[in-house]
């Protein structure tokens, strides 16, 4: 298994951010966003937020890669739907590269 965390802001608007939260209610769930979270490898997923900064943990099997999973999502409609609407409410962070979304965090401590 692989552990990922990956961070990411959202627009600093409390409306806003209060309907990114209800989007990620487990009943706002699309079906096919969460089947393919889980057909690309990942076998945990959760997000967490303090302020308009958000924080994934991602667990995988040893086989994911950002890759493939990349490719998987440019050839899925719904996918391609679920991040426009998503974009509403995010914004990169300062240093992310054009068009860049989550960014990877490195580990620089453990227990």
Same mark, same amino acid.
């Given at each position: 298994?692989k552990?990922?965390?990956?961070?990411l +802001?959202?627009?600093?608007?409390? /409306?806003?951010i $209060?309907q990114?939260?209800?989007?990620h209610? %487990?009943?706002?769930? !699309?079906?096919?966003?969460?089947k393919?979270?889980?057909?690309?490898?990942?076998?945990?997923?959760?997000?967490?937020r303090?302020?308009?900064?958000l924080?994934?943990?991602?667990e995988? +099997?040893?086989?994911?890669?950002? /890759?493939?999973? $990349?490719a998987m999502?440019e050839s899925?409609? %719904?996918v391609q739907? !679920?991040?426009?609407?998503?974009?509403?409410f995010?914004?990169?962070?300062?240093?992310?590269?054009n068009?860049e979304?989550?960014?990877?965090?490195?580990?620089?401590?453990h227990?």
């Amino acid at each position: 298994m692989k552990k990922y965390c990956l961070a990411l +802001d959202l627009v600093d608007d409390p /409306e806003l951010i $209060a309907q990114y939260e209800d989007w990620h209610k %487990k009943e706002n769930a !699309w079906p096919a966003i969460t089947k393919s979270i889980t057909d690309s490898g990942i076998s945990n997923m959760e997000i967490y937020r303090t302020g308009n900064r958000l924080f994934m943990i991602m667990e995988t +099997d040893d086989n994911f890669s950002f /890759e493939s999973k $990349a490719a998987m999502d440019e050839s899925n409609p %719904k996918v391609q739907e !679920w991040e426009q609407l998503m974009w509403k409410f995010q914004q990169p962070l300062p240093w992310a590269k054009n068009g860049e979304k989550w960014i990877i965090m490195n580990q620089i401590f453990h227990l």
